[in-house]
Structures are given as structure tokens and as C-alpha cells.
């Protein structure tokens, strides 16, 4: 199981950053991303880290966001600067075992960017 953490209400140009751990029984994760779901669109991926550290990204958050693995707690971290208000969303983090490719979800983190 995983838990998100870190989100909030930040004006436009301001900072939020998300955690995401692994709780309970421990699981060896390969690739870790963050998801984002706005109202009334469908889930997208944000940003993506795998087990080696090459990242991916949205082009939308390109130079803004920087993904991490978070060793210590088995998830990725989320760091989102430059905010603008269409980054408001539900950011999801997700992480895929290594064995097995089985998804794990995180509950959900509340991200509003407005004035």
C-alpha cells in the first residue's frame, strides 16, 4: 500500500512537494510515477523515475517538476515548482513491482493552484 502526502492550496509561481510511502508489508518496486486527474479529464502520467533514475516527463510539466525515488520511505517524491492553476488536480503516485509489473496505487493528494 502506499500513501501520498504534501498536497495543498499554493498560489500561481509557488512550490509544493509530494511524498509518497510504502506502508505495510515490504515490496521491491521497479518503476515509480505520479498521475495527476483534474476534474472532468482522465488520468495522465506527470512524471516517471525507473529502478535505474532515468526520469520522464509530461510536456506540460517539462523544467517545472522533478521526480525522485525516496529510498528510505519505497516511493517517489514529486517536486512542483512554477505552479500554474491548470496543474490543479488529484495527484495519484504509483509504483510497479519488480517482479510481476503488479501496480500499486497511492490515495489520492489534492493539488489546488489559485489565487
Known amino acids: 500500500q502506499l500513501q501520498a502526502s504534501g498536497g495543498g492550496l499554493v498560489q500561481p509561481g509557488g512550490s509544493l512537494r509530494l511524498s509518497c510511502a510504502s506502508v505495510?508489508?515490504?515490496?521491491?518496486?521497479?518503476?515509480m510515477a505520479w498521475y495527476r486527474q483534474a476534474p472532468g479529464k482522465q488520468r495522465e502520467l506527470v512524471a516517471g523515475?525507473?529502478?535505474?533514475?532515468?526520469?520522464n516527463y509530461a510536456d506540460s510539466v517539462k523544467g517545472r517538476f522533478t521526480i525522485s525515488r525516496d529510498n528510505a520511505n519505497n516511493g517517489p517524491y514529486l517536486q512542483m515548482d512554477s505552479l500554474k492553476p491548470e496543474d490543479t488536480a488529484v495527484y495519484y503516485c504509483?509504483?510497479?513491482?519488480?517482479?510481476?509489473?503488479?501496480?500499486?496505487w497511492g490515495q489520492g493528494a489534492q493539488v489546488t493552484v489559485s489565487s
Open positions: 504509483n509504483a510497479k513491482t519488480q517482479r510481476g509489473g503488479i501496480d500499486y
Open positions: 505495510g508489508r515490504f515490496v521491491v518496486f521497479g518503476d
Open positions: 523515475v525507473s529502478m535505474f533514475g532515468s526520469t
